[in-house]
């Protein structure tokens, strides 16, 4: 079975520029998660999307942070313009329908660096 | 809101001692409890999980037991192998069905 898939592996970019990810879910899995870990921290939930709606994305900072999932499979997350506290690992996640007891399977996620 | 609290790493141990790992939390009504473990160089994966209380999650002979009473999932393993050398992070969902995640425990096993 193909995992989440997430690409790039690593960004480096400059602050105020702009920068996307990309997100591959398992086939079949309704729900996709975006997930923020700053180094040190665990992962905090960005926004959640089952199919093509969002569930949940009261700590997406709205103002820079914009994800989408158009065809309810793959999703794209953007930040512009960044700012260096966006530096972190963002992991993308999967589960088959989004229940509470459900396991949650993660990509190898995005290393992003804004100097 | 709905939280979790990890003891603080890194934990070192020798080949084959036995490890504790402590997590507490706050929530409401009756979360779900997992522990997630990040080998190096991997993503986040489900080590175990308990949905109600007194439930015991195992899995590769990690074990956890959900105790209501004082609100804690402690992670223990009776033996540790090089191969245990991760981050586990301890995890909750609660009404929101959102998981939660710890700081995480980075545990270095050494021979």
């Known amino acids: 079975e193909a995992g989440v898939a997430q690409s790039p592996r690593y960004k480096i970019i400059e602050k105020r520029q702009s920068v996307a990810f990309w997100c591959n879910p398992i086939s079949g899995h309704a729900t996709l998660y975006w997930y923020q870990q700053i180094l040190g921290q665990g992962p905090k939930l960005l926004i959640q999307?089952?199919?093509?709606?969002?569930?949940?994305d009261s700590q997406l900072p709205k103002d820079r942070f914009s994800a989408e999932r158009l065809k309810g499979v793959d999703s794209t997350l953007k930040i512009q313009p960044a700012k260096l506290e966006d530096s972190a690992v963002y992991l993308c996640a999967s589960s088959p329908m989004g229940g509470a007891n459900e396991k949650l399977f993660f990509g190898s996620g995005t290393q992003l660096s804004v100097l | 809101g709905d939280s979790v609290t990890q003891m603080e790493g890194p934990v070192t141990l020798s080949e084959e001692a036995f490890l504790t790992i402590n997590c507490t939390y706050t929530?409401?009504?009756?979360?779900?409890l997992f522990w997630y473990v990040q080998y190096p160089g991997e993503g986040l994966q489900l080590l175990l999980k308990?949905?109600?209380?007194?439930d015991k999650g195992s899995n590769k002979g990690f074990e956890a037991t959900y105790r209501k009473e004082t609100t804690s999932f402690h992670l223990e393993k009776g033996s540790v192998q090089v191969s245990d050398s991760a981050v586990y992070f301890c995890a909750l969902t609660g009404t929101a069905s959102k998981l939660t995640f710890g700081t995480g425990t980075r545990l270095q096993v050494t021979l």
């Open positions: 308990a949905t109600k209380a007194d």
């Open positions: 999307f089952q199919n093509n709606g969002v569930v949940d």
């Open positions: 929530a409401t009504g009756y979360p779900s």
